[in-house]
């Protein structure tokens, strides 16, 4: 099935530009910490796969650093390997010139962020659901020794093409570890968004999975809340909120639910669930 993604496209003609001899880029979709996302389309090169891609090209601080670039294309296997139904799939590693780019799947929808902003405060089962999804994708990555340290709304893809509910798939998996060089400490300072980032990662002490699983309880709670629990005027101020602020209590969410996810947010990883799946199984059994 070709998927398309359709958040924040910009209007207008552009001219295409090439990616290798494989790709064309049509137009930007949007821009982030580690770099700019294209709608691009993989050309027949004889062997009929082509079709509509997502295309990230990494900032130039990452491209040109050969220690970056070796990584990448070493690990090439594992990002490859992925294969979730919550998951956007990797399809391909560029290194051409001075460009490192990833293809990935092109995704039908908007970003959690979008989706929420549509709807404001989601009902707790739907927000519970797509949590959940989101922490599968995690058991994956995580089981392959993957952390993905920046799990945010925007990382967060809804696909709305099928018939059912609207599946979350997680993107951007995998980006924060492979950029994490000496050569490269200001970049990776920057991947890990201060509003939903873990009180160990201002430290920078190595990331573990407890680490997404904090991440995945911030986006929790503003699913069920309407906005982050912390909120502050500057990264100074957000990183101690989350490294001694309660989260405020949310209007409606008390019992179970609220226990699970005050345990999401512990600021000690060892007091969060032990794994994604644990986390999601103590969810779905919140809701029961």
Known sequence: MRLQLMCCAQGGTLAMRRLGSRYVLHQPLGKGASGEVWRGERVDDGTGDRGMVAVKILRPEVSDDPEIVDRFLRERRVLLAFDDPHLVKVRD???????????????????????????????????????????SALAVVHEAGVVHRDVKPANILIDTTGPGPARAMLTDFGIARLTQTPSMTRLSVTIGTPMYMAPELAEHTPAGPAADIYGAGVVLYELLAGQPPFVASNTIAMIRAHAFDAPPPIDGIDGPLWEVLCQLLAKRPSNRPATALAARAALRAALE
């Open 93 to 135: 590693i560029v290194a051409e010139g001075d460009t490192l780019a990833i293809v990935m799947d092109l995704v039908d929808g908007v970003d959690l962020r979008g989706y929420l902003r549509e709807r404001g405060r989601l009902p707790t089962a739907d927000a519970v659901e797509l949590v959940g999804q989101v922490l």
